[in-house]
């Protein structure tokens, strides 16, 4: 999984037990993005000059960049490749234009390379998950609610599953069995974004940067003035939406701000569009009664307080405390849809994407 955070690569070797809902870690590994893939991925999530050859050439690229993960997965497991029975490679997220509005001719796109990988590998790959659902009138994203739902669901107990990537998305668990999910808006892609502008550093360790700075609650109403805060039912979005551009626009008028204000804007931005998003969710009584957080932003301590703020009801946790350490949930979870995929069972959730009904997800690359 390489996710709109642009960090790097994480791969987990996923086990499945004999019961539909029992999973086992073999292994784990991660492999940082070179700053010049990083850039020419970014680079594509706009339009430009020569982008099929760009967008091909940045396949390849990312597709050995995943050889690379496996290859430390097979060592550090001592499996042969031969007793893999597939690799689920999502690919890099370059443009996400789901149903909206009576737009005509809804897509996805992720980057990848999936015949490039098998060959590689010597192991069949399962890719491009998010296009069925989207011919399928869906929203194609998110697709982790029903890993989430086998992994973090319990019985007569409300739960909110968090991930916190680039974006931000959720699946909700209410205590009567129910599943919804969606996207909630900007997790990390902003908060990144103006730490590199201002810092140099790839992204604000810990929180603590922004934890210095002053919320201002003028810019926070502006940036949550945003349609998409505003909008209810089946949605998903990604850096088509939130980008540089998008935030430059909105800090017109409040070029005074000290930078480190500024980040701790964004830092409750995220947090209050996830409560927002939590609010806007039928639970049939109260809310979560857990939230498990998973994904980089996680481990910024500044994000998890003000969630824990937003949320008071709630007990906000890593994911690590339930016996999945964060960085390897969405991994795991496009594992699980190759599984569903070689098994012909659906990976998608109506309830969630907006879909016409339950669909396999994937095509499969033999070895």
Known sequence: MSGTSLDGVDGVLLESGAAPSTFKVCAAASAELPDALRQALLSLNQSGPDELHRAAVAASLLAELYAEVVAQLLQRSGLAAAQIRAIGAHGQTVRHRPPKGGEPWPYTLQINQPAQLAERTGIAVVADFRSRDIAAGGQGAPLVPAFHQRLFGRAGQSVLVLNLGGMANLTALPANGAVYGLDTGPGNVLLDLWCQRHTGAWFDRDGAWGASGCEHAGLLAHLLA????????????????????????????????????????????????????VHGIDWGGAGPQQVWVCGGGSRNAQLMRLLAEELPQAQVQASDEAGWPAQWVEAAAFAWLALRALEGKPGNLPSVTGARGARVLGAIYPA
């Open 226 to 277: 945003e349609p998409y805060f505003l909008q209810r039912g089946f949605k998903s979005t990604g850096r088509d939406l939130f980008h540089a551009g998008w935030l430059d626009e909105r800090l017109r008028g409040f070029a005074g701000l000290p930078p480190a204000d500024v980040q701790a804007t964004l830092a409750r931005l995220t947090a209050r569009s996830v409560a927002l998003a």
